[in-house]
Nanobody, 118 residues
Framework: VQLQASGGGLVRAGGSLRVSCSVS????????TGWFRQAPGKEREFVAV????????YYADSVKGRFTISRDNAKNTVYLQMNSLKPEDAAVYYC????????????WGQGTQVTVSS
């Protein structure tokens, strides 16, 4: 399974940004797709996850109500819509393929940088 994240950039606090993750490869439909992030000096943390069917999602408390994960399997793409961004949301965002909503990520894409100015 191959994943490629894109769409990061610079946004002001309170603004919105959507990052995308292209998912491909054999058996990619066997995995849920998660978003994670890592800020400088901090450990990588879970942000959101969606099943392959797109029927179930789960969010970290820190982003619940502000971020929305979705997918378009016709385009092999998973999206993370980020609204009401805060400076503490700034990080490198990674997407990953994992076996189920609570599975350990098995495949990782490269990150995309999200910078939030105050």
């Amino acid at each position: 399974v191959q994943l490629q994240a894109s769409g990061g950039g610079l946004v002001r606090a309170g603004g919105s940004l959507r990052v995308s993750c292209s998912v491909s490869g054999r058996h990619s439909n066997s995995y849920a797709t998660g978003w994670f992030r890592q800020a400088p000096g901090k450990e990588r943390e879970f942000v959101a996850v969606i099943t392959w069917r797109g029927d179930t999602t789960y969010y970290a408390d820190s982003v619940k109500g502000r971020f929305t994960i979705s997918r378009d399997n016709a385009k092999n793409t998973v999206y993370l819509q980020m609204n009401s961004l805060k400076p503490e949301d700034a990080a490198v965002y990674y997407c990953a393929a994992q076996p189920g909503l609570k599975g350990t990520p098995r495949y990782w894409g490269q990150g995309t940088q999200v910078t939030v100015s105050s």
